[in-house]
C-alpha cells in the first residue's frame, strides 16, 4: 500500500506563483522517482517535470523550462514543484506520481497516482 497527496493549487494570476507538494506514504522500501504530471480540459495528461531519489537528474517539460523547479525533501518522501511566471496555458489538474519498491515485495515496482490538484492561472 503506497499513496501520494497532492496540496497547493488554487487561483493565481498571469505571471504568479504557487508550489505544489505531494507526500508518499505507505509501505515502501524506496522510492525512485517522482514527478509531476497535469491534464488541461480537453487535453491528455503530459509529463510536467520529473527527478530521481538523488536529485542529480530531473527532466522538464519544454514548456515550463526556466519556469518551474522541481525539488524533493527525502526525510519527508515530499516532492515540491515550484510554479513561476504562470500561465494561462498552465492551467490544469496537476498529479502527482511515485515509482518505486515496494517493503514487503522488493523486487515488485509500484507506480502509483494522486487524486490531483487543480491549478487555474487567470488572465
Known amino acids: 500500500q503506497v499513496q501520494v497527496v497532492e496540496s497547493g493549487g488554487g487561483l493565481v494570476q498571469a505571471g504568479g506563483s504557487l508550489r505544489l507538494s505531494c507526500a508518499a506514504s505507505?509501505?515502501?522500501?524506496?522510492?525512485?522517482?517522482m514527478g509531476w504530471y497535469r491534464q488541461a480540459p480537453g487535453k491528455q495528461r503530459e509529463l510536467v517535470a520529473t527527478?530521481?531519489?538523488?536529485?542529480?537528474?530531473?527532466n522538464y517539460a519544454d514548456s515550463v523550462k526556466g519556469r518551474f523547479t522541481i525539488s524533493r525533501d527525502n526525510a519527508k518522501n515530499t516532492v515540491y514543484l515550484q510554479m513561476n511566471s504562470l500561465k494561462p496555458e498552465d492551467t490544469a489538474v496537476y498529479y502527482c506520481?511515485?515509482?518505486?519498491?515496494?517493503?514487503?515485495?522488493?523486487?515488485?515496482?509500484?507506480?502509483?497516482w494522486g487524486q490531483g490538484t487543480l491549478v487555474t492561472v487567470s488572465s
Open positions: 505507505g509501505s515502501f522500501f524506496s522510492i525512485n522517482a
Open positions: 506520481n511515485a515509482k518505486g519498491l515496494y517493503a514487503f515485495l522488493p523486487n515488485r515496482l509500484f507506480d502509483v
Open positions: 527527478g530521481t531519489s538523488g536529485g542529480s537528474t530531473t
